[in-house]
């Protein structure tokens, strides 16, 4: 029997990412398939670096978006940045500062770990103790928006904090670029990536990164090569750095830069402040629909991302049945826990796109019915309410 063409059913991505893409980037990514060398596809490439230094706040000449996924960004950040024997501090207070971990070891750096709890922001104080303890380290890394947990850090703190003593800083924006507010040129980040599929309503597999001109002089004055050749830098520019005449690198995912191309204009006419503000009433009326029902929040109200809601799943609640109703019934999903909070917590996503006043409340009005198909200790019939008079 022959194997038909795919049609994946439509549904509505309130998870952890991806999160729905916008249909004008779904649009742009058919447009015709261009050479990668072609002068009108190298035109677009100059333009998105002009868009993604907007999305960042950065004049960083070395901005542009690395082909593949968020992973790729970050392992790119420390290949590049981090040489054999450099200590590098990692603050972890989730899932992904484990694998910055796992990045330093495998380029053979020494990474001294500063843990914070998780669900909690990193703890600066914990930082500068680590620094005092270890004055020869090189570079500081941390997740700004920590995915697994919900949790937002304050990285205008410890960026200053790693250069008080010396360090580079890498920081990871994935979730939170063009969701919280992300500055990095006035925060003087030194390296940064993120990715498409979160808050910038992208199709996974881009990851744009940014570095500073302090990042650029270490990469260029290394004293051994970067060890992935892919990721190098060094032989990267050549293909992004309009300086010189472009060359062969890699053959560009064209069609997925035309999406992020568009999804980087919908975010200009938007403007970031407004998608920040947007971010923020959205999350405040799930919010409320979400205590009115009687579910508690994982992360104190001050450190919480308005994109990523970590809700703790109620006691004897089968959280799994749970999620299988509104993918099966809704069409709808929504994230379970990773790592040590697996089987714990939701993971509630409004990133980007999907960050709008009809996923609240759709998504509330499927989280009272699933919930009470499962005979679940919530108030009934109130958390819908409870948000539309938010989103008024
Ligand atoms: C999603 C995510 C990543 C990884 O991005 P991929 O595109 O899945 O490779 C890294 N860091 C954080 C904080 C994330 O949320």
């Known amino acids: 029997m022959a194997i038909k063409s795919f049609h994946p059913p439509q549904r509505i991505l309130m998870g952890p990412g991806p999160s729905d893409v ?167 980040i030194d390296a940064i990536y993120s990715g498409t599929q979160k808050c910038l309503s992208c199709t996974p597999g881009l990851s744009p990164v940014s570095f500073s001109a302090r990042a650029v002089e270490k990469i260029k004055n290394r004293k051994s090569k970067v060890q992935s050749w892919f990721m190098d830098l060094n032989l990267v520019m050549g293909y992004w750095g309009g300086a010189t005449k472009r060359a062969y690198h890699h053959t560009a995912p064209i069609n997925s830069l035309y999406g992020l191309h568009e999804s980087l204009v919908i975010l200009q006419e938007e403007t970031l402040e407004k998608s920040w503000a947007r971010h923020m009433k959205n999350h405040l009326a799930l919010r409320a629909g979400l205590e009115a029902m009687g579910l508690k929040f994982v992360v104190p109200e001050s450190e919480r991302l308005p994109q990523l809601n970590a809700i703790s799943v109620p006691e004897g609640v089968d959280e799994a049945a749970v999620r299988n109703i509104l993918l099966s019934d809704y069409q709808l999903e929504i994230g379970a826990g990773l790592g040590a909070m697996a089987g ?49």
């Not at 009005?365 to 938010?390: C, F, M, N, Y």
Request: glycine letters at 8%.
């Open 22 to 188: 916008s249909p004008r980037v779904l649009e742009a990514m058919s447009r015709p398939t261009l050479g990668h060398l072609d002068p009108v596809f190298v035109n677009m490439m100059d333009e998105m670096k002009e868009l993604l230094k907007y999305a960042f706040q950065t004049k960083n000449d070395l901005t542009m978006p690395v082909s593949a996924p968020g992973s790729a960004g970050m392992e790119t950040c420390f290949v590049n940045l981090v040489e054999p024997g450099d200590k590098v501090i990692i603050c972890q207070n989730g899932v992904f500062g484990g694998r910055m971990k796992e990045n330093v070891e495998r380029c053979g750096g020494v990474a001294v770990m500063v843990q914070d709890d998780w669900g909690r922001a990193v703890d600066p104080q914990k930082l500068e103790d680590a620094l005092k303890a270890n004055p020869d380290t090189k570079v500081v890394a941390f997740v700004h928006a920590e995915t697994s947990t919900g949790a937002l850090s304050d990285a205008k703190t410890l960026v200053a904090l790693a250069h008080k003593h010396n360090c580079l800083t890498i920081v990871d924006a994935v979730t939170s670029l063009a969701g919280v507010a992300l500055k990095v040129d006035e925060w003087e």
């Open 344 to 392: 714990k917590v939701w993971r509630i996503g409004l990133m980007g796109h999907a960050s709008n006043p009809r996923n609240v409340l759709v998504c509330l009005g499927a989280l009272d019915d699933a919930l009470s198909r499962i005979k679940a200790p919530i108030k009934r019939g109130v958390a819908v309410e409870a948000a539309r008079i938010k989103l008024a």
